[in-house]
């Protein structure tokens, strides 16, 4: 399974923006996906996630003004990301997982996400 992220970019606090993320290869095998971000010298952490049912799961700092979506036809993950604060600049990952679980098993790259104040 490979994951391609687009769409990250720089934007003004209180504006938006859509993350997207393609999956490709062996998608049969993905049930939950999610999405990731890191700052520099800081773990990464979970921010969103979703089951193959579509069943989701947000960190409470995002919720509210993050919304994770997926079109299965499409082997497509999306993150829709509005009334962005500063705190939110980070470098965004998506993930994939062949269990129903906290997505671990496959990684895109990082996509940056910068939010200016």
């Known amino acids: 399974v490979q994951l391609q992220a687009s769409g990250g970019g720089l934007v003004q606090a209180g504006g938006s923006l859509r993350l997207s993320c393609a999956a490709s290869?062996?998608?049969?095998?993905?049930?939950?996906m999610g999405w990731y971000r890191q700052v520099p010298g800081k773990q990464r952490e979970l921010i969103a996630f979703?089951?193959?049912?579509?069943?989701?799961d947000y960190r409470d700092s995002v919720k509210g003004r993050f919304t994770t979506s997926r079109d299965n036809a499409r082997n497509t993950l999306y993150l829709q990301m509005n009334n962005l604060k500063p705190e939110d600049t980070a470098v965004y990952y998506c993930?994939?997982?062949?269990?129903?679980?906290?997505?671990?098993?496959?990684w895109g790259q990082g996509t940056l996400v910068t939010v200016s104040s």
């Open positions: 993930a994939a997982d062949n269990d129903d679980v906290v997505p671990a098993d496959y």
């Open positions: 290869g062996s998608v049969f095998r993905i049930n939950a």
């Open positions: 979703i089951r193959r049912s579509g069943a989701t």
